[in-house]
């Protein structure tokens, strides 16, 4: 799936920052990318972005060139593949650059994007700017994270609150990240006082966190029975389009072409 009409895009937002949105951006692709889907992201963060350390790229790209350019039609060369099979748009390499990225750019950009995309996912900078809109008009889900502390979640709320009158809640799914057992608030009474029927809750796990932060292996792939990972699986499961192009996936890889790929490339054995 190759058509820009049928690519996913996922906003990851939040109201405030250091909740976890580039952990979650890079685990979530890290996932997709282990089904074989072809998922890239842009690092819309553009003044502090940091997608490309916890992948532990060294980008001698970035989406600054592309603008400096004006190129809009070449995106693909920008891009920095890792390990995992995902590709990266890196933020800005300084902040003083971001002012660069217009969002018309960035909209063009984009739609490039998806011409070889099947799932894009795009962080966004923390709180509610008039490029994060943009963004989320465009999205087919917003990833609204939040920690359970009450200042996060106040904020939370009132972000879901004036994206209810912009017509987007429709698109909001709500993460809780770094929940503990220790956590104060029931998650019963954070989908209340949020207002939304369904939230996905992410362990805190420093230890694992910390280290994957270290070496740019996403926690997912270094640890795959987390609960950490458990949980962000169940989530992608819980989307229709997911499930389905992870069928899709798997029937590419045991189809006749793909062997005779493997075969004409050395690889088949
Ligand atoms: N589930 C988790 N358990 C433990 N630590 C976590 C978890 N999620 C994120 N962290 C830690 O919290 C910090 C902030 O996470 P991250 O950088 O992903 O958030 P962010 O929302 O992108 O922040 P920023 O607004 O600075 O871009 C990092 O040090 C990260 O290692
Ligand atoms: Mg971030």
């Known amino acids: 799936m190759t058509d820009t009409q049928n690519t996913i895009t996922i906003v990851i937002a939040s109201a405030v920052g250091g909740v976890g949105r580039t952990t979650i951006t890079a685990n979530l692709a890290a996932l997709l990318a282990k089904q074989n889907i072809k998922v890239s992201v842009i690092d819309a963060d553009l003044q502090f972005g940091d997608i490309s350390l916890a992948f532990d790229l060294h980008p001698d790209r970035t989406i600054t060139d592309a ?7 070449n995106i693909p060369f920008y891009l920095m593949k890792h390990d995992s099979g995902v590709n990266v748009l890196p933020a800005p390499s300084r902040p003083e650059y971001a002012e660069l990225i217009t969002s ?64 987007l809640k429709e698109k909001v799914k709500l993460v809780i990240n770094q929940f503990t057992s220790k956590t104060m608030i029931h998650p019963k009474e954070i989908r209340k006082l949020i207002g939304v029927n369904e939230a996905t809750f992410l362990p805190k796990e420093d230890k694992e966190i910390d280290h994957s932060l270290d070496t740019g292996i996403p926690v997912v792939t270094g640890h795959p029975k987390l609960a950490f990972t458990k949980e962000l699986e169940k989530m992608l499961e819980d989307f229709r389009w997911f499930n389905h192009l992870k069928k899709q996936k798997a029937k590419d890889k045991s189809g006749f072409f793909h062997h005779l790929r493997l075969r004409t490339s050395g690889q088949g054995g």
């Open 67 to 73: 603008a400096e350019r004006k190129d809009t039609e």
């Open 104 to 167: 018309d750019f960035l909209l063009k950009v984009i739609e490039n994007l998806k011409e070889d995309t099947d799932v894009l996912l795009i962080e966004a900078q923390a709180g509610l700017h008039d490029l994060t809109i943009q963004l989320m008009e465009k999205a087919d889900i917003i990833l609204t994270v939040s920690t359970p502390l009450m200042s996060a979640l106040k904020n939370t709320k009132m972000m879901i609150e004036t994206l209810q009158l912009l017509g």
